[in-house]
């Protein structure tokens, strides 16, 4: 079956825009990640759904930063007032109640 | 402590050589665990879920010891393409959130 979708692959954005990332989970999974990535550097854990309980945001860095999850399916990652310390790859994953993440390809996001 | 802790790298290898990394967790109500690789401006994937009772896939053997609250990753035999960055994953506690690691950062060289 499909594995997990990101989109857009890439995205260019000028400082102070907001942007719109999009995740879509393999189908029946519980539970959805967002992480970002910085060059070099390790997945930073944002925001984490699982079923009808409320998000766990502990990782968003700044209230710039807010995710939804639509019927339990489709998430969005929205950044406000883009900051050039922005630029990363973010990572979306899935999966069933404490099972393996799927992740899928990422979203670059690059602030100028 | 963080919840979920692994060697520093980077551990620089000869090929065929034998490299073991390890991975504290410090809940012990975990349940799942499991070892993820990841390629370089690649996205992780799943190199092996980690059992009780040890398990094994070729060259790879990953370890579980409660006692102690650690898991283990033993490559044998290393090859160039092993290559890549380790990342161990644990299940919070009591819940179904899973984290991740820092990653352990391997380099084979020929």
């Known amino acids: 079956g499909a594995g997990v979708s990101q989109s857009p692959s890439n995205k260019v954005t000028e400082k102070g825009k907001d942007v719109e990332l999009r995740c879509d989970p393999i189908?029946?999974?519980?539970?959805l990640y967002w992480y970002r990535q910085s060059l070099g550097q390790g997945l930073e854990f944002l925001i984490y759904?699982?079923?009808?309980?409320?998000?766990?945001k502990s990782g968003l860095p700044s209230d710039r930063f807010s995710a939804e999850r639509t019927g339990g399916s489709v998430s969005t990652l929205t950044i406000q007032r883009t900051q050039q310390e922005d630029s990363a790859v973010y990572l979306c994953?899935?999966?069933?109640?404490?099972?393996?993440?799927?992740f899928g390809p990422g979203t670059r996001l690059t602030v100028l | 402590r963080k919840e979920v802790e692994q060697d520093p790298g980077p551990f620089n290898v000869p090929e065929g050589a034998t490299v073991a990394f390890n991975c504290t967790y410090s809940?012990?109500?975990?349940?799942?665990f499991f070892w993820y690789r990841q390629d370089c401006r690649k996205e992780p994937k799943l190199l092996m879920s980690?059992?009780?009772s040890g398990n094994e896939d070729g060259r790879f053997t990953a370890q579980l010891n409660r006692a102690s609250q650690y898991i283990s990753l033993l490559i044998r035999d290393s090859k160039l393409s092993d290559s890549a960055t380790y990342l161990c994953?644990?299940?919070?506690?009591?819940?179904?959130?899973?984290?991740f690691g820092a990653g352990t950062r391997l380099f084979v060289k020929a």
């Open positions: 980690v059992y009780s």
């Open positions: 759904f699982q079923g009808n309980s409320a998000p766990d």
């Open positions: 189908s029946g999974h519980t539970a």
């Open positions: 994953a899935s999966s069933w109640a404490g099972g393996e993440q799927f």
């Open positions: 809940n012990s109500a975990s349940q799942s």
């Open positions: 994953v644990v299940n919070k506690g009591g819940g179904f959130k899973t984290i």
